[in-house]
């Protein structure tokens, strides 16, 4: 009836202004009755009053929704002043503009521009025309776009997505797409349905899945707030007092919502008493005894009971108090049974994630191992083969690094340096440890203290020397690209590729080294040299030889370990004091004299270290505190590490 | 003749090698055995195991009247329960005087405590001297042991050993290296110890062991091959084929 | 010279003793020279500031005498000592600035209308020192810092409790050589790492700062306060020397370098060597935390970074350039290097130009001392002291077999039956 009156109105309007300029305009099309219909609350464009009418355009079924709502959206409609029917309008020049038909868009001609008006939609508004649009961006038959419309429901969802995805789902001609589509309903409908029984089912159908996307859909459903009453509400979980809830703060809780009479803790009590100093004075108690809190606690109960002062709420007051109400927590994301099916679902989750996590943390204590090994290969070979300890090992490492950047400096292609920079390394750190193995250690033999406090010299003067040539500040030593970005496993799983390059680093150097000490004859007569150093003199081994090449092997080793580190931390002078202890630990805790024992002693140090980091994530210092006392518990039940050497070549 | 220290079933292995397999021995106060066999027989860790160096992964040591298990004693417990040990190669604190090491093994209270009380007394001193006398050192007794002659450092080595006032004496080559004159000055120190004492010569030199004229143990791969007189066990078939080989 | 058997024994400890004799004499002449030279009550001609330069070195002197106990006659080289000295500064640290802060917040509190109470005392002297790291409560650690005596206390107890339980641990499972060395100096990081932090309790790598200033003496001058802590440490220097040289005189310095040399024939001798080994590394820590705490009054400040292990490190090196196993080697070894390194990297020195490069000291101090420390483990292995040898003509023993001594160093274990 209404609508008939409405067209015929219309008609009428458009015998009346046929000879205006918009006269070609249809005045009675479903769209122009439809806009009409809301007209005052579209020319008015207020976010309150405006979802009514987008929503009647969303689901109108019209084929010009879509459009009208698009150009709305991009402040292209306008409206006649006079008459309030609705228009495309483009901006042309001398003041005019360019009106086009809301249904299908043709132009109409052009009119003055002031006797329409824009519509300016804010962006409340947009955001608005912007959710209510997805639903035909579903439709759309450029999968781009649909694929556009999901990640915008997916960012920001809302109850009326759910209707037009259901409705999307069936006509989806894309594979892949449609599976997204379907998943996506699921969510939607664990958030938005509204039979308690369908969001449930959404849930459980879930089971099994890990992704943060249900974790985000399943959170908001198991929110709850701490609230109190009289006695507990049904479906509301009570909380104990003292056990989950301080009673301050529980009783903080009962003063906000007006329940009691605020406590009065000391700064109060302070502020009372101050404000009633009569002279020297408080209610005839010198000021200048009140300097316990019992006093002053005594002369406000004087001053509460002339009335002066509110009463004063003891900690026996906050305990009766307390004690007539019930605390509880109150599901408030959900119907109890969707919150209960939801918190289910998320223990699941987070059982199976703690999992997962314990595999990344496993991979994370594995690369940190790596680095370890890498560091500690180094010294393992000179304390274990020679038994010499080297304190300026770590400065070893660091040369490597310099090393890498410097290469780095004159090598701009980052691949092509690194290749270069390792056997450069390498080279550099032989040759400083062939000329520190000939000029000090081979005269302190058989003297490990000595050799410490003068390897120890070097290392101070290695440190500053770098100091001094490169500068305090960390020096870059950068990654080709194809190390950047990580290989990603799961949600929770994912590795960097430089750890998993480091990790390789460390086999390969494992494999090298066990090729060498087995497979040749450089390593046939280091072990020789190690077990019967005179036995292997006299069948010809220069031990002296042995003694450099292998303290040069093993200072090389140091030197790809350092361009190794570099990557991934910076390179600074006192980089190699930061590996040292914990290159030593390795030694130690793997057992001296064994690559397999270094082996063990690497991942055993990585991967604890990284626990006790999980354990304490706010605190890596502590967590270093912690494994360093593990260590030396460690040391006290295998003083000769994982792997020890029995016997009498345990003792030589 | 009550037994003093009572050694059965031992065995210790390292790294899968049987040193010691099985071995039982048994000695009586005031007695002297010299023990011999082959290198690798296991006669050093024999002496390791009653020393409490190297702990067995089987069997029993018992030590003294009241039967006291050593295996659960430390290294210093047990020499302080009256077990010497001489080292085959010469230990003594070389930076130190011949007067100062022989003061350092004289039988007193070991506990750091009464050591940083202890200031030497006229007995003390007699007595070190008694000793630097028995062992031929006595003109010796102010240098630093580390400029005396390797038979004398021998010697410096079983005076501490004596002055330590030992019930059970383990020495371990005591001969080697020395001169004829110095064997014989050896042999009669250690014979005249085991008067009053049990003592345990662990050595190579069949001549020197003659000398001794004592009961003889002989090992071979970790256990006891042959015990009694000297010609008793050079006759044996067992010990000549070890000895000689096949 | 310790030849027990030799000396007769009502001697008085003095004439046994000569080298403590003229070591306590010229101490005893240099701790008068300063005072008469210095402001506090002399002419004047010594800034204080230099007092306290020299009252610090003469409490490095002294943890460089704990160092030669414990590593030049037992033969343990321990990177731990300094944090045993750190530990000892701290604890002091915290009496003089709880002390300290308690007069402020009483002065500031007394303008207010109420007179304070204990709580807010306390609070406020909490909200004080903590505030730099975000804290306003004492943690329990400080239970004790208002009292001096329990504080003076701590300087002794919890460094020798420290080393005690380290010490048990490490000598029980029969841990020497390198392998303890790395194990103290990991001790070592673990502290210095702890106290790095923020929620540890003593201000993270703020330390403790302030120290110079005697609570309730804000009316003596530093002047004289120099020089009352610069005796304290002369006292504290020749009392400690006295009680090492005592300690060494005796059977038991002859064990515990029998220990250095030997360590299982000792063993065999019947003697603990760990409850020996444990004593020393105690007593020295006690030594050096009562360094610790004379020393860091007179240089103010207190972080956590003094007590990294490279601290210890170099009191190694002290001690080895000084000479090892002879107590005045440690002395002359601490005073000489650190003495030498204010003036180096103070900036005194002059820079060398070398036309293409000016050397300069602040820079290079560092590698020369580096450098020279291995020249002194390679060629001097007896330091500053062997020169002392040189003069004096001491007979050193021709040595047959291995190097011992405390020149040698520690020996690698070995199997002592072969």
């Known amino acids: ?6 067209r015929l109105v219309a008609c009428l309007f458009v015998c009346v202004s046929l000879a205006l300029p918009a006269s070609a305009q249809q005045s009675d099309t479903p769209i122009q009755l439809l806009l009409q219909q809301f007209g005052p609350e579209i020319q008015k464009s207020s976010r309150k009053s405006i979802g009514p009418a987008i929503d009647a355009l969303a689901n109108s079924g019209l084929p010009d929704a879509q459009v009208v709502l698009e150009r709305w959206q991009a402040k292209d409609m306008w409206f006649e002043k006079e008459t309030g029917l609705f228009v495309f309008g483009a901006k042309a020049d001398g003041g005019a503009l360019t009106l086009f038909d809301v249904a299908g868009g043709l132009e109409i001609g052009t009119a003055p521009r002031k006797s329409y008006k824009q519509l300016k939609p804010n962006s409340g508004i947009r955001g608005m025309i912007a959710s209510a649009l997805v639903q035909f961006q579903l439709n759309d038959p450029d999968p781009v776009t649909r694929q556009r419309a999901l990640t915008a429901i997916e960012r920001d969802a809302e109850a009326t997505h759910l ?26 409908t664990i958030r938005f349905a509204e039979e308690d029984a369908e969001r449930i089912a959404a849930i459980e159908g879930f089971s099994g899945d890990l992704s943060v996307d249900l974790r985000a859909a399943l959170n908001p459903l198991v929110q709850t707030r701490l609230d109190v009453a009289q006695s507990l509400p049904e479906g509301a979980m009570p909380v104990d007092v003292g056990e989950g809830l301080s009673p301050d703060a529980a009783y903080a809780l009962l003063t906000a919502q007006n329940l009691a009479p605020p406590r009065t803790d000391p700064d109060m009590l302070r502020a009372a008493l101050i404000e009633n100093i009569d002279g020297d004075q408080i209610a005839g108690i010198q000021v200048a005894t009140l300097d316990t809190d019992d006093a002053r606690a005594a002369v406000y109960a004087t001053l509460a009971q002339s009335g002066a002062v509110p009463p004063l709420v003891t900690d026996e007051d906050v305990a009766t108090t307390l004690e007539r109400f019930v605390f509880f927590e109150a599901f408030v994301g959900a119907p109890v049974p969707v919150a209960l099916a939801a918190q289910t679902a998320l223990k699941d989750i987070e059982a199976k994630l703690a999992m997962s996590q314990t595999v990344d943390l496993a991979l994370d204590g594995l690369s940190l191992a790596s680095i370890y090994f890498l560091a500690a290969i180094g010294l393992a070979i000179t304390f274990g083969v020679m038994g010499v300890i080297n304190m300026a090992h770590g400065e070893f490492i660091m040369m490597g690094a310099y090393t890498g950047y410097v290469v780095q400096l004159f090598v701009p292609d980052y691949t092509l340096s690194i290749l270069l920079a390792i056997p450069l390394a390498f080279a550099v750190t032989f040759a400083a440890g ?51 970005g990580s290989l990603v496993i799961n949600d929770v799983i994912a590795i960097s590729y430089i750890r998993i390059a480091i990790f390789v680093l460390a086999l390969i150097f494992l494999a090298l080294f066990l090729f060498v000490m087995n497979r040749t004859r450089l390593g046939l007569e280091v072990r020789a040299a190690t077990q019967n150093p005179r036995m292997a003199a006299s069948m010809g081994i220069n031990p002296d030889r042995i003694n450099m090449l292998t303290f040069g092997f093993g200072s090389g080793i140091a030197g790809i370990a350092g361009v190794a580190i570099g990557l991934y931390a910076k390179v600074t002078s006192e980089m190699g004091a930061d590996y040292i202890v914990q290159s030593f630990m390795t030694v130690v805790v793997g057992g001296v004299g064994n690559i397999w024992g270094t082996l063990l002693g690497a991942t055993l140090v990585g991967t604890l270290q990284k626990g006790i980091e999980w354990l304490n994530p706010s605190n890596t210092l502590a967590a270093q505190t912690y494994m360093i006392l593990f260590i030396i518990l460690f040391i006290q039940f295998r003083p000769r590490g994982i792997i020890a050497l029995k016997g009498r070549a345990a003792e030589a | 003749m009550s037994t003093l220290l009572e050694v059965s079933g031992v065995s210790v292995s390292f790294d899968g090698f049987k040193a010691i397999n099985n071995l039982s021995f048994q000695i009586g106060e005031a007695e002297m055995r010299a023990v011999i066999g082959p290198n690798g027989a296991g006669k050093t860790t024999f002496m390791d195991i009653i020393t409490g160096k190297t702990r067995p992964n089987d069997g029993r040591v018992i030590w003294g009247e009241k039967s006291v298990s050593l295996l659960s004693m430390s290294e210093s417990q047990i020499a302080q329960a009256g077990i010497g040990r001489k080292f085959q190669r010469p230990t003594v604190f070389e930076d130190q005087s011949v007067a100062d090491n022989l003061m350092l093994a004289l039988k007193k209270k070991r506990g750091p405590l009464a050591v940083l009380r202890f200031r030497a007394s006229e007995a003390d001193r007699a007595a070190v001297a008694d000793l630097a006398e028995q062992i031929g050192l006595a003109a010796a007794l102010h240098r630093k042991s580390g400029e005396l002659s390797h038979g004398q450092k021998q010697w410096l080595e079983i005076g501490m050993l004596l002055a330590q006032e030992p019930r059970l004496l383990l020495v371990d080559e005591p001969a080697a290296g020395m001169t004829a004159a110095e064997r014989e000055h050896t042999t009669a120190l250690l014979v005249e110890a085991a008067k009053t004492r049990a003592v345990v010569v662990v050595e190579h030199d069949m001549e020197f062991v003659r000398r001794l004229g004592c009961k003889v143990t002989v090992l071979h791969e970790g256990s006891v091959l042959a015990e009694g007189s000297l010609d008793h066990v050079t006759a044996d078939e067992k010990v000549i084929e070890v000895y000689l080989g096949r | 010279m310790t030849d027990l058997a030799l000396t007769p024994p009502r001697r008085a400890f003095v004439l046994r003793h000569p080298s403590a004799v003229i070591f306590i004499g010229i101490l005893a002449l240099f701790t008068i020279g300063v005072t008469v030279l210095a402001e506090g009550f002399g002419i004047g001609v010594i800034s204080t500031s230099f007092v306290k330069t020299l009252g610090k070195t003469l409490c490095l002197c002294l943890v460089a005498l704990a160092m030669d106990l414990v590593w030049g006659y037992c033969g343990i080289l321990s990177l731990g000592h300094m944090a045993f000295f750190g530990i000892g500064g701290y604890a002091i640290g915290m009496w003089l600035m709880y002390a300290r802060t308690e007069i402020i917040v009483q002065t500031s509190l007394a303008a207010a209308p109420l007179p304070p109470t204990p709580q807010e005392i306390s609070d406020g002297i909490a909200a004080q020192i903590f505030g730099v790291v975000g804290a306003s409560e004492f943690p329990p650690i400080w239970a004790f810092a208002h009292s001096l005596p329990l504080q003076l206390a701590a300087v002794v107890l919890v460094p020798g409790l420290l080393a005690l339980v380290f010490g048990w641990l490490a000598f029980r499972s029969r841990v020497t050589g390198v392998y303890l060395s790395i194990l103290t100096q990991a001790m070592t990081l673990a502290l210095s790492l702890y106290l790095f932090q923020n929620d540890s309790g003593l201000r993270g790598n703020n330390g403790l700062s302030g120290l110079q200033n005697l609570p309730g003496q804000g009316d003596v001058p530093q002047s004289t306060i120099s020089i009352l802590f610069f005796w304290a440490s002369a006292l504290a220097l020749g009392l400690g020397y006295l009680m090492c040289a005592w300690v060494v005189s005796g059977k038991f310095g002859s064990v515990i370098r029998a220990i250095r040399d030997d360590e299982a024939r000792v063993r065999f001798l019947g003697y603990s060597v760990e409850a020996y080994k444990l004593f020393i590394f105690t007593i020295t820590a006690v030594i050096a935390g009562i360094a610790g705490a004379l020393y860091y009054p007179q240089a103010g400040i207190i972080n956590p970074a003094e007590i990294a292990p490279i601290a210890s490190i170099y009191l190694a090196v002290w001690v080895a350039i000084g000479g090892r196993g002879r107590l005045y080697g440690a002395v002359i070894g601490a005073a000489f290097v650190s003495l030498l390194s204010t003036w180096f990297t103070g900036g005194q020195a002059p820079d060398i130009n070398l036309g293409v490069y000016t050397v300069q000291w602040v820079d290079w101090w560092t590698i020369l001392l580096g450098l020279s420390f291995v020249g002194v483990t390679l060629f001097a292995p007896r330091g500053i002291g062997g020169l002392f040898d040189l003069v004096a003509a001491r007979r050193m023993p021709n040595r047959h077999g291995q190097d011992l001594g405390p020149d040698a160093g520690a020996l690698r274990e070995k199997e002592a039956d072969r």
């Open chain 1, 1 to 6: 009836m209404l609508l008939l009156l409405r």
């Open chain 1, 163 to 188: 209707a037009a995805l259901r409705a999307s789902i069936d006509v989806e001609t894309d594979a892949a797409l449609k599976a997204r589509k379907a998943r996506l309903e699921r969510l939607l």
């Open chain 1, 434 to 484: 062939v000329v520190m193995e000939r000029l000090v250690i081979r005269w302190l033999y058989h003297r490990p203290l000595e050799t410490l406090l003068a390897t120890f010299g070097v290392s101070i003067a290695l440190q500053q020397l770098a100091k001094n040539i490169f500068g305090t500040q960390a020096r870059p030593l950068t990654a080709p690209g194809w190390l950047d």
